[in-house]
C-alpha cells in the first residue's frame, strides 16, 4: 500500500458522517427487529402457528420473538471476532445486509396452511438470523463513533442509541398504514408481508451509506501496529483478561433494559389488569418513544459535559425514585396521567441508556473492543430485557400489587450503581467522557 493510501485510511471519515451511518443502518436493523414483534403478536400466531389453540399459539409466536434475545450474543461474539481482526466497516455492511435479507425473506414464507410444520421451523431460522445480526450491529456502530476524530463521542454516540425508538416508531408507523389502507381478510392474507418488503429498500440506501465511510482510524492504527504480532482469539481474551469489565458491561446496562420493559411493554399487561383499554398503553408508549427521540441526544450531550459515569448514575437514581411515583399515577386510571408517567419514565431511562455507546466501549482495548463493549451489551439483554416481562407479571400474580414490581426495578438499578462504582475503580474508566 502506498504512503498516501495509508494516509487516506487512517484519516477517517468525518465524525458527523459516521454518526450518522450508524443511525441510518442501525434504526434500519432495530425497524426490522420491532416489525418482527409486531407482526409476532398481530399476524403470526393466526398464520405460522393456527395449528394450536389461540393461547398456545400466541405464546409460541413470542417465543419465535424471543430466540432474538438468545442469538445476539451469539452475533456479538461472531461478529466481533471478525470485527476486531478484519476491521468494523465490514463487518457493519455484513450484519445490515444480513438483517436485511433475513426481513425481507421473512416477507416471503409461505404460511402453515400451505406448507405445514415448515412454516414455523422457516420462520424460527430467519428470526435467529436477524437475532444473529443485531447482535453484532451494535457493537460496530458504536465502535465507529467512538473511534472517530470527535471529542462528542457522548452526543455522536447517542446517536446510535437513539436508533431504537426511531426503529420502534418506523415499525408501528409501517403497521398503522397497512392496516389504515386494507381490510382485515388483506392484512391477513398479504398486507402484513409490506413492511417486512419494506426493509428491502430501506437496507439498500443504508448500504450505500456505509459503503461510502473509511474504516476506523484507531482500529487501522492498532492493525499496523499489531501487524506481525499474535494474539488470543479476541473472545478468548476477554473472558480470560477482561471478565471483570465484562461484568461491569453488563450491570451498568441491564438496568436500563428491565426500566424500559417495565415503563413500556409491562404497561400494556397491567392496564388491561386495571380494566383499561390497551390503547392507553400504545398510545403512551407513542408518545414516550418520540420523547426519548429527543432525551437521547440531551444526555448524550450531558455526557460529554458530566462524564457518562454520572449521566448513568443520575439516570439510576432517578428511575429508583419514579418507578414507585409511575405506578401511583398509573393506578389512578386517567389516561393523561399514565401517558405523562409513562414520557417521564422513558424520559428518565433515556438517561440510561444513550451514555452507552460511549461508556461500554472505552472499557476495553482497541483489539477486543468490537468484541467486548458488543458481548457485554447484548448479554446484558438477556440478563434484563428477555426476562424482565416474565419476572414483572410472575411478582404482579404472586402479589397483587404493583409495589412487587417497582421495587424489583429499583433494585436492578441498584446494581447499576454498583457496576458504575466498580467502573470507577478502573483505570481506563475514571476519567470523564469530555469535550475538549
Given amino acids: 500500500m502506498s504512503h498516501d493510501a495509508t494516509t487516506s485510511s487512517t484519516t477517517g471519515s468525518h465524525p458527523v458522517k459516521v454518526a450518522t451511518a450508524s443511525l441510518v443502518g442501525t434504526s434500519l436493523e432495530f425497524y426490522d427487529h420491532f416489525i418482527y414483534g409486531t407482526a409476532a403478536a398481530l399476524v403470526f400466531p393466526k398464520l405460522f402457528f393456527s395449528q394450536e389453540d389461540p393461547r398456545t399459539a400466541l405464546l409460541l409466536s413470542l417465543v419465535s420473538y424471543g430466540l432474538a434475545f438468545a442469538a445476539r450474543p451469539l452475533g456479538a461474539a461472531l461478529f466481533g471476532h471478525f470485527g476486531d481482526r478484519l476491521g468494523r466497516k465490514r463487518v457493519l455492511f455484513i450484519t445490515l445486509l444480513l438483517m436485511g435479507l433475513s426481513t425481507f425473506m421473512i416477507g416471503l414464507l409461505p404460511t402453515y396452511a400451505t406448507v405445514g410444520i415448515a412454516a414455523p421451523a422457516m420462520l424460527a431460522v430467519l428470526r435467529l438470523t436477524q437475532g444473529l445480526a443485531l447482535g453484532g450491529e451494535w457493537g460496530g456502530a458504536a465502535l465507529m463513533v467512538n473511534e472517530s476524530k470527535s471529542s462528542a463521542k457522548g452526543f455522536l454516540g447517542s446517536l446510535v442509541q437513539v436508533a431504537s425508538p426511531i426503529g420502534f416508531l418506523l415499525a408501528n408507523l409501517a403497521f398503522a398504514a397497512v392496516t389504515a389502507s386494507v381490510s382485515e381478510e388483506a392484512f391477513l392474507s398479504w398486507g402484513w408481508r409490506l413492511p417486512f418488503f419494506d426493509s428491502g429498500l430501506l437496507v439498500g440506501v ?188 410472575s411478582l404482579l400474580d404472586r402479589y397483587g400489587s404493583s409495589t412487587a414490581v417497582a421495587i424489583y426495578v429499583a433494585g436492578a438499578l441498584a446494581f447499576v450503581l454498583v457496576a458504575l462504582a466498580f467502573a470507577g475503580r478502573a483505570p481506563s474508566l475514571k476519567a470523564p467522557v469530555l469535550a475538549r
Fill in 206 to 393: 443504508g448500504l450505500y451509506i456505509r459503503l461510502s465511510l473509511d474504516e476506523s482510524p484507531e482500529f487501522e492504527r492498532m492493525r499496523a501496529l499489531a501487524r506481525h504480532e499474535p494474539r488470543q482469539a479476541p473472545l478468548v481474551e476477554v473472558f480470560s483478561q477482561h471478565w471483570g469489565k465484562l461484568a461491569i458491561a453488563v450491570g451498568a446496562r441491564a438496568g436500563s433494559d428491565i426500566a424500559w420493559y417495565v415503563f413500556s411493554l409491562f404497561l400494556q399487561v397491567y392496564l388491561l389488569r386495571l380494566g383499561m383499554s390497551r390503547a392507553v398503553a400504545l398510545e403512551a408508549g407513542v408518545f414516550a418513544a418520540v420523547s426519548q427521540v429527543f432525551a437521547i441526544p440531551l444526555f448524550g450531550y450531558l455526557a460529554d459535559r458530566w462524564g457518562s459515569r454520572v449521566v448513568l448514575g443520575l439516570g439510576a437514581v432517578a428511575g429508583m425514585v419514579w418507578v414507585f411515583v409511575f405506578f401511583q399515577m398509573v393506578d389512578t386510571r386517567v389516561p393523561a396521567q399514565i401517558i405523562a408517567a409513562c414520557m417521564v419514565g422513558m424520559f428518565i431511562q433515556a438517561a440510561l441508556w444513550a451514555p452507552l455507546a460511549a461508556f461500554l466501549p472505552q472499557m476495553f482495548p482497541t483489539h477486543v473492543r468490537f468484541t467486548g463493549a458488543g458481548l457485554g451489551f447484548q448479554l446484558a439483554g438477556i440478563a434484563g430485557g428477555a426476562f424482565a416481562p416474565l419476572i414483572a407479571v
